[in-house]
């Protein structure tokens, strides 16, 4: 009995030595990650850094956070951020957010108010550190500007992980209720206000294929980042008022970040959706008669609409007809 009291002492000391060196190596590599992106340009200062949590944990928590890359025109700062990881399973962190944190950019201040901004991430227990996945999520989040606009919505989450069953190819989440968009976008979305203010819910699904995989290799800065060589969209929906809106579709990237393919949408109420598009300038203003009698053909029977969105050769166009230059991805 005695000996086995000695070797269950023997074992908490030896945990505790672990425990201990392991919170100092975690303390070492989030002051050194600092000193390596101030040296890289970033501005970042903090009251105080430490490491608690015996003996499952490593909780670690920095105080008075402010980050600024130096020459750009944004600063963050939070009165603390916290990063939690199982002691015996530091390949995945948790990040933990005040409940309020402020944006300086572009002239103004923006006040970020959130209930429970979390996020997590994993890699791979391999020498590359290969990517497997990462989460955010929040409760009701409201963020506020000093030049009197804010928004909000009530529930929101994303992800991002590795897809198994194919090379570099990573699916992407999104997903969110009730958001309260700043009222100059909505009245000019929205102009008659028909729609309401508030869009009831959105939801991305999609994939994103890279021409290498994401792990620590790509972002060292000694060789190229990875670029996206295709989007595939499974599901997008969006339900603002009495609007629903829906697409699939997808498209290849080519080396000038051209993009090939296109994103079918579809509609019951496909008058209101043009008009949409027409207000936030995805069609152009002086088309859109057009555009609404090519509609209106394509819509008799069924009364829904098929709107592809085809991408080819630079160009963007609504089935045949052209709406303008295609977006960039490079």
Do not use: C
Not at 43 to 55: A, K, Q, R
Not at 137 to 156: F, N, P, Y
Not at 223 to 246: C, H, K
Request: overall charge negative; charged content about 20%.
């Amino acid at each position: 009995m005695r000996r086995l009291t000695y070797f269950v002492i023997f074992l908490a000391a030896l945990y505790s030595i672990y425990w201990l060196v392991g919170s100092r190596a975690v303390e070492r590599g989030a002051i050194s990650a600092i000193s390596q992106a101030q040296d890289d340009g970033w501005d970042i200062s903090y009251t105080d850094l430490n490491t608690i949590g015996f003996p499952s944990r490593f909780d670690t928590t920095v105080t008075e956070l402010s980050v600024s890359p130096v020459g750009d025109p944004w600063r963050w700062d939070a009165p603390f951020f916290q990063v939690f990881a199982l002691s015996y399973q530091p390949n995945r962190v948790i990040a933990a957010f005040p409940d309020e944190q402020q944006f300086a950019v572009a002239g103004q201040v923006i006040t970020l108010n959130a209930d429970g901004l979390r996020a997590s991430a994993g890699v791979a227990a391999n020498a590359d550190l290969s990517f497997d996945d990462a989460t955010i999520e929040v409760g009701q989040l409201t963020a506020k500007s000093d030049m009197s606009w804010q928004m909000s919505w009530d529930r929101a989450l994303g992800a991002f992980r590795t897809q198994p069953s194919a090379e570099n190819r990573y699916d992407a989440y999104f997903e969110a209720d009730e958001i309260i968009l700043p009222r100059a976008i909505v009245e000019q979305i929205d102009p008659s206000g028909r729609l309401g203010p508030a869009l009831t819910h959105v939801v991305q699904d999609s994939a994103i294929t890279f021409d290498q995989p994401l792990d620590r290799h790509a972002f060292d800065g000694l060789g190229p980042a990875p670029v996206a060589t295709n989007f595939t969209l499974r599901n997008f929906t969006i339900r603002w008022g009495a609007v629903t809106v829906q697409a699939q579709g997808g498209f290849d990237i080519d080396r000038q970040g051209i993009p090939d393919g296109r994103i079918t949408f579809r509609s019951e109420q496909w008058r209101e959706m043009i008009e949409m598009m027409v207000a936030a300038g995805l069609i152009d203003p002086g088309i859109e008669t057009t555009v609404m009698n090519v509609a209106s053909t394509m819509a008799l029977g069924s009364g829904g609409l098929e709107l592809p969105l085809v991408f080819r050769g630079g160009s963007m166009s609504i089935g045949p007809l052209p709406i303008g230059p295609a977006p960039r991805f490079r």
